[in-house]
């Protein structure tokens, strides 16, 4: 599997809405033949072929589709609520909406300090360091959200006001059961969100979500948040397998995640002398190690975790199985927000 296919998929917003709504169409005309949630889908040789079984390979890419119609949705009707309310609010002071909103923002922004500068960098795993990384650019960057976050404040309390309430149905994810017996975890057996990582350490998109996963154990805690490490090696990284292997020699000696952060720091260097040298590097039995690497002691698990994803549908790496639905990507710290948030809300 390749690593390009770990991209989100998105549909532009006009073929979306047409993608979307001939799969709502398909969904609604299986649903109401025979067979209710679980139609019958085919026939051979006198055998009926139920929807659950033939889609269960693409379930979900199937809930990816529905979602992207329903973001695609979701974002115009509030577009289209904030600018009727908008419009009611200038013709209420009689002013242009862009002067409303200009009043309303209130001054110039405040200038942007070089400490907002590395927090806002450091919060996306980046640097100045890197050459790519112009300091001017993400200064103008700071200063553009900021405006944009006086915008929204001001949207926002027009829409409270207006008692504002979007009625769109969110879709719901397929239910997915995985394993967590004998596998690395952060945070409490009691904690209410339970997010379980399939990675790859040879992958570069499992790379750039190791600080967003930082950043969830820091705001949320372990009374809050466990998180469950399994494997996914992908068959085009050659390394991926000895990587994950060896992650569970350490785990057997109580540092996997001292491990699984070395790994992704050299993602280039997983040979088989480099682990060993990582198992010096946070302090391991060497020789213990060396023993459990070298037998391949946890190939089976590691075998074991790889199957189980695909059996579930999991398509892609890394993917995120929170309280039984899943998020797929490397995605923003925002997106895992939103849904550890809605979970907590439920208590």
Known sequence: MAD???????????????????LTFLIQMLLSSSGGDNPVVAKYNGNNVRAEEAFQSIKTRLFDLEEEMYRLKERAI?????????????????????????????????????????????????????????KEDVKDYLKFRQRHEKRQTYVDKLK???????????????????STDGYP????????????????????????VVPTIARIKQEYGEDKVRIVFRDMPL????????AAIASHCAHDQ??????????????RKLGDEDLKAYAKKIGLDEAKFAECYSKGQFKDRVEGSQQEAQRVGIQA?????????LLQGAQPFEKFKEKIDRILSKG
């Open 160 to 178: 409270a006001q207006a008692n504002v309430q979007i009625l769109l149905k969110e879709p719901e994810s397929p239910k997915i059961a995985v």
């Open 254 to 267: 109580g540092k996997f995640w001292e491990f699984h952060d070395v790994l992704f720091e050299n993602q």
């Open 4 to 22: 390009d296919q770990n991209k989100k998929f998105i549909i532009p917003a006009a073929g979306g809405l047409v993608v979307g709504a001939v």
């Open 317 to 325: 790496t890394p993917s995120f199985v929170i309280n039984g639905t």
């Open 78 to 134: 509030s577009d289209y609520v904030e600018q009727r309310l908008l419009l009611a609010e200038s013709e209420k002071k009689n002013m242009p909406i862009p002067q409303l909103i200009e009043k309303e923002m209130g001054g110039e922004e405040a200038e942007v300090t070089d400490k907002e500068i590395t927090e806002f960098l450091t919060s996306k795993g980046l640097s100045l360091n890197d050459p790519r990384i112009r």
């Open 185 to 208: 975890v952060w945070g409490k057996a009691s904690a209410p969100v339970t997010i379980v990582e399939f990675s790859d350490f040879e992958c570069p998109y499992c790379s750039r």
């Open 235 to 242: 068959p085009s990284h050659p390394r991926a397998i000895p």
